[in-house]
């Protein structure tokens, strides 16, 4: 049968999960869905094949390209999802009548982008989607970043490692129009700002004139990096605008919702994706070697797109690629190693049904139990159960069974109590 | 931009999960992780996009022309993996010197398969998968059944409302080999065998009759049917077989494992897939109302058909749709309504500081708490708390900041108790 062998492999960019590999992923997973439990998200779900039109005409502009598409036996578009959002548009406006407002819903979703993989990134990854939709008030963007400072937390990444940067597309939009730059050119100075650190600044500059702006306009627009506060934006429009309240009061919750230290406006922060209209943010380390641990934002034409009615938003998308290697970075890595309760061996044979027994009623008392399948010496099997991360080892020899009693031995401590067999 | 409107159902086949679909989801998914910790099996995973190559390698035959295939940008061969086990090998495949056997795996696989929409079936699903890899004894089995009834144990059903059904394809051929089957014609047979109960019996009959059997020796085959237990099958071939010696084994563990009630020998099992070698289950409701709850069996060949060396192992399959259908009709359903700790809401945003500051230390000790995002009436916030069902909740006014304290009243048994505002 198999005449060639076979690529043993996974699919370029694609990711095997082999346990020491997987316990990280669940405990990325657990931080997520117990951060999201504190701050009262429901968790929802959706195939990650999607129809292709819907992410064709909601996915952000720069992701479109790098869909992976396909069609089904009966002609169907279909894609793997690039993002969740265009998803979550189409679960909502399904049941706009039905949903109360406003509302917290999570999800960890696998989503595909066909990237070149040469710059190292995966065609893959899991990412933790937040959002609340139907509240107006600076209150979804502090809850949204409160949970994403509770994961961190939850992870073991200290608060000096990371820093939330903070801007607002309505800011930077009033800022251009006090810097005389004409509202036109605004989507183009966005996508400038957003390559700012990926590109030199030749380039973006010359991005900016391909876009129709002038030596003088260009000039204005590089005097907005030297917005290094809420209060030089304030000075440099002459009052606390709009925009400007709104991002105060951001930073004002953050101090009760205990989060304040890892705060700091950043004028670049602007975000990749064209759905953002009001504050934006993103995490990154400290010391900025790693690409952003999460991002997100406030949109307002989410449900608008699909053909609903609008509905104001905040959301944001933690992947778990940039957290794993940061965590790992700082020797905060979860614990790779498997946590096992007991392991049950014996000698011999006519032990087994005893073993067996013994087995069952841990299990049953909600221990994980390894009970051996074979027959095993004595030694070998202490010496495997105390390699293999147990915490407690039984082994059954013909002396126990006569007994009735067996001796449990803690792997860490090196005691031993007696355990009855009934 | 939306100028026609876009559908907003899933792609055909494709499940959407609502937050209430989600926690069933969860509650299964909560389910067989514990009973595969229980039972010391490891967690792994691979992307559900794997080489086409491989799966039409070394899956099932009647699964290959379900395979939702597509080629990558780069022309690359890709496809949905339809099941799980062809990934496994080559996992396997890839680390088989490093892996310690036996080795216990077992990992939740998103599937899909594109059948016909008419049987009402989806096109994708979750399958629990568990597999034991290198242990040559019946007690790799007896641990795998015992881990699908722990996880059955745990969704709440009763032990009355299934049974699992066991056979052998090893005593199959044996009992063939005996009423004069000749070997070639063995694979029609186990193929007419697994039709029975889906097709009509003359339609099985002209299956083996178009497989090349003669009138005569599908009059035998028929005889196979009479054979009710194991000891009909050893009265049958004279013997205790070696094929009928394993399976008594496994029905004498699962008296000391805990699970002999639901265990019974049915000769129609085979199971559908080519791969099986030795002895096959499949848990049904006792009713007989749905299709298999899980099924797996012994396999032999695995490794070889990658291109590895052969290693022995067993492995189950255990989706997430049956078995909801039959919690469903037993009313046993995981609750689908949410459980949740604490609502935290306020009068006036004079009182939003301080309800920020108890949510973030109520959250700090654990508590999943829901924070107003705008203030409310006192009547509302308590209607809508009881009904979206949370334990307990705190409202805070002008009083309750004044005096440094708050009530936080239990909503089940209506008491209330004080908590101070630090």
Redesign the interface.
Known sequence: ??ST????????G??????EA??V??AVFDAWRGAA????F??????????L??LQ?KAGEEIVDQI???????G?N?A?RPEMTPTLA??V???RQALAL?L??HCIA?C?R?ERATRGRKR?HYQWNLD?LG?P?V??E??IV?AAV?ALDALGLERSAYRVHVSSRALVGELLDRLEVPPAHHPAVFLALDKLGKLEEPKIRALLSDAGLDASAIARVFELLNVASLDDAEALLGRRTPAAARLAALF??A????YQEVLTFDIRVVRGLAYYTGIVFEGFDTARDFRAIFGGGRYDNLL????GTSLTGVGLGFGDVVIAELLAARGRMPAAA?E?DTAVGFMDVAQ???A??L??RL??E??????A??PEKARSFFARAGKQGFREAVYLGPDDLRNGTARIKDLRNRTERPLALD
Not at 37 to 40: I, N, P
């Open positions: 049968m198999a062998p076979l690529s043993l492999s996974p699919p370029r694609m990711r095997d999960f082999y346990p997987m316990r992923r669940n439990a504190r701050f009262g429901e968790e929802y779900d959706a195939c990650v094949v999607e129809n039109e819907l005409r992976y598409a396909f069609r089904d036996k009966s169907r279909l793997l189409r679960l406006a399904a049941r406003p917290k819903w696998q595909f066909y893959e609340i509240e008030s209150a979804a502090n809850e409160g509770c004002e919750d101090e009760p919702a205990g608008a797109d699909v053909g498997a096992r087994r049904r005893a067996l027994r087995a069952a299990r049953a909600g221990r994980s139990v390894d009970l399948l074979a």
